[in-house]
């Protein structure tokens, strides 16, 4: 599981890398999404990898990282959702709005001239 | 101490209650504004002498959030380098938002309510005891700044701030990295505890507890501005609306204030293992930083690109020497971040004003030239005289006639903006500079030439001074071309409100100069117990929570 993990995680990271050098504005803003998958997964697994352990902790069961997994991660994992997804959307409304005044999709507002 | 969570409930709350008085009513939301802003000023002012009136080992103050037991919420921690950078938020948002009073509230609907927003990110950030908390800080502190940026609109704005945008994500996301990879080595987020626990780490987890500090040192140093991430900076600032590029001001210090306070805490001398770990790093950055700004503000033709550049010294000079890891040099440099802020913001909103004054006299030019055949001006070149004029003639009208006001206070504060950021006497630049210079020369204190200074000391040494003369051959040829060269020029129209302002920053730094020694003595204080960070992680570590009522009343 840590290998099918870690490959996921570098492949986002790395596709996530190279849209965002790309020049045009949504490529650059799939780039970020990307990214951010990345780095989520990438928090995930800073806890600890487990199958079919629950974060909340019941009856009868020793409350230690060996019957359960790491809360913590979830819970940044979570903020880091939704801060990553609130900054996407506004990267989105200044992508259109640079679209709209320069009527082009590059990053710098004019096409290279080549 | 309670009044430790009012630098950010304030903002919070004023927030929120401009955003519900609507999109007009502005007179409203401005007092509003102008009123929590003057309320935070004075809880800042009262936190900074509460903080400073305790000797360095108690100079603490925890305050609980949640008033869950210590390692597992969230703690606020307020000690003198958090108290100090409060004020100079507090005092340079006021400025700004006065400034902003003139004009620029005007040029979008939501500036009141965003200008809080990011005061209360900035504030979080100097306060928070959490890692992940100080994220959360940095990215309300951010996502403000991207609404302040684009306010009033235009192309350039919304382009700078794609890119600003775009890079302040990248930089979020290795902050993340840097968090996880931190939790993952020591199991904790609470600044105090890691520190506690660092020194503990087996020796194989050395390298992934070094990955990960390293990670969030990058996201740390590009929001500082450090070469080679700074170029974000110059079409950002320029970009800007002058109140809101002010408030930018304080934002690249939050980045040296993040790097300060994590590697004092988590890479302190002694440590073995993790000893200073990446301060080699961090002096060569800075280095690197002051070469790059200081070729730039050697080429800057314009006013709003020499002023960037001299905050990007700053930035520069601050890094490498808290690189340097001595309590005298940090503390000049706690003393040189108050002023050059300072001088900075009070230039940011002064580059506007002159740029009026410019205007008002390009505009009669345009409508002549068709005329008599004269060359048009070019934005930034000398102005062009048309051949018919006798300039001669011109001086000797003259001559006696009564400067006007605008004109005299546009000069006096640039000359005096000037002197600040060029680090010259008598202002507070050039006391900064002394102070970093003699601790830099004198690594054991003035007098003992025991240890002699490294390659590194010395080219700080030789880069502050080359910074300061490309600072002063920048801005005397910017000096030249706004306010002599041109005669004939109508004066500006200023309002009070526009220099009022300005005023106060500069008399701010005039103040740092008048009272130096206690300021100094301050900074001097901040940066021992930043070198000692024992007390740091005893005086979080000690805190209990405060037992419910019921408890209360039962225990005795």
Request: net charge neutral.
């Amino acid at each position: 599981m840590e290998v099918v993990l870690s490959i996921a995680i570098g492949v986002l990271g790395g596709s996530g890398v190279w849209l965002l050098l790309r020049p045009r504005t949504f490529q650059v803003l799939l780039g970020l999404s990307l990214l951010s998958y990345a780095v989520n997964l990438f928090i995930f697994a800073m806890g600890s990898l487990s199958i079919r352990a629950e974060p909340i902790i019941v009856s009868g069961r020793p409350a230690d990282l060996q019957h359960y997994t790491d809360p913590m991660p979830q819970a940044l994992v979570l903020t880091a959702i939704v801060i990553g997804f609130a900054t996407t959307a506004l990267f989105l409304v200044v992508l259109l709005a640079l679209r709209g005044l320069t009527g082009t999709d590059h990053v710098d507002g004019r096409e290279d001239s080549r | 101490m309670n009044l430790v969570v009012a630098p950010i409930l304030l903002p919070m709350l004023s927030a929120a209650l401009i955003l519900l008085l609507g999109e007009r009513r502005l007179r409203w939301k401005a007092l509003l504004n102008v009123a929590s802003c003057v309320v935070g000023l004075g809880i800042g002012v009262a936190l900074l002498i509460a903080i400073d009136g305790h000797d360095t080992t108690r100079a603490f103050s925890v305050y609980l959030p949640s008033n869950w037991p210590v390692p597992f919420g969230i703690v606020l921690v307020l000690d003198r380098l958090s108290a100090l950078m409060l004020v100079l938020t507090a005092g340079i948002a006021l400025a700004a938002l006065l400034y902003a009073l003139a004009r620029w509230q005007r040029a979008g609907v939501h500036f009141h309510s965003l200008f809080q927003l990011q005061l209360m990110g900035l504030n979080g950030a100097f306060l928070t005891g959490d890692l992940f908390n100080l994220f959360v800080f940095f990215e309300v502190m951010l996502v403000a700044s991207y609404g302040l940026l684009l306010h009033g609109s235009g192309p350039r704005r919304v382009q700078a701030g794609l890119h600003y945008v775009a890079v302040n994500l990248v930089a979020s996301s290795l902050f993340l990295i840097g968090t996880a990879m931190l939790y993952g080595v020591s199991g904790t987020l609470n600044l105090a505890d890691m520190a506690a626990k660092l020194g503990r780490i087996p020796a194989a987890d050395r390298g992934l507890l070094h990955a990960g500090a390293a990670i969030l040192g990058i996201a740390f140093v590009a929001k500082a501005a450090a070469w080679p991430l700074n170029f974000w900076l110059l079409p950002t600032y320029t970009a800007a609306s002058p109140p809101a590029a002010a408030l930018f001001a304080v934002m690249t210090k939050v980045g040296f204030y993040a790097v300060l306070r994590i590697w004092t805490l988590f890479f302190p001398r002694g440590h073995d293992g993790t000893f200073l770990f990446g301060a080699d790093a961090l002096i060569w950055i800075g280095l690197a930083t002051l070469v790059f700004s200081t070729v730039g503000l050697w080429g800057a033709q314009r006013l709003d690109r020499a002023v960037a550049f001299s905050l990007i010294v700053s930035s520069g000079a601050l890094l490498a020497a808290a690189g340097f890891d001595a309590p005298a040099l940090t503390g000049g440099a706690l003393y040189y971040l108050v002023g050059s802020t300072l001088a900075a913001a009070a230039f940011l909103l002064l580059t506007e004003l002159m740029d009026r004054s410019r205007q008002l006299a390009e505009e009669p030019a345009l409508v002549e030239s068709p005329r008599d055949g004269a060359p048009f001006i070019e934005p930034g070149a000398r102005p062009a005289w048309p051949a018919d004029v006798n300039l001669d003639d011109d001086e000797r009208a003259l001559i006696g006639r009564a400067v006007p006001a605008a004109l005299v206070f546009l000069g006096l504060a640039f000359t005096i903006c000037a002197l600040l950021t060029a680090g010259l006497p008598p202002f507070s630049g050039f006391l900064a500079k002394v102070v970093m210079l003699t601790a830099l020369l004198h690594p054991n204190g003035l007098g003992s030439m025991a240890a002699p200074a490294g390659v590194a000391a010395w080219s700080l040494v030789a880069l502050l001074i080359l910074s300061g003369l490309a600072a002063m051959i920048a801005l005397v040829r910017v000096g030249i071309r706004w306010l002599w060269a041109p005669h004939g020029r109508p004066a500006p129209r200023l309002r009070v409100i526009e220099c009022l302002p300005i005023g106060l920053l500069l008399a701010a730094c005039v103040g740092l100069v008048v009272w130096a020694g206690p300021v100094l003595r301050y900074t001097q204080a901040a940066a021992e117990s930043l070198l000692r960070p024992a007390l740091y992680i005893e005086a979080v570590l000690s805190t209990r929570p405060v037992p419910p009522p019921a408890a209360r009343d039962v225990a005795p």
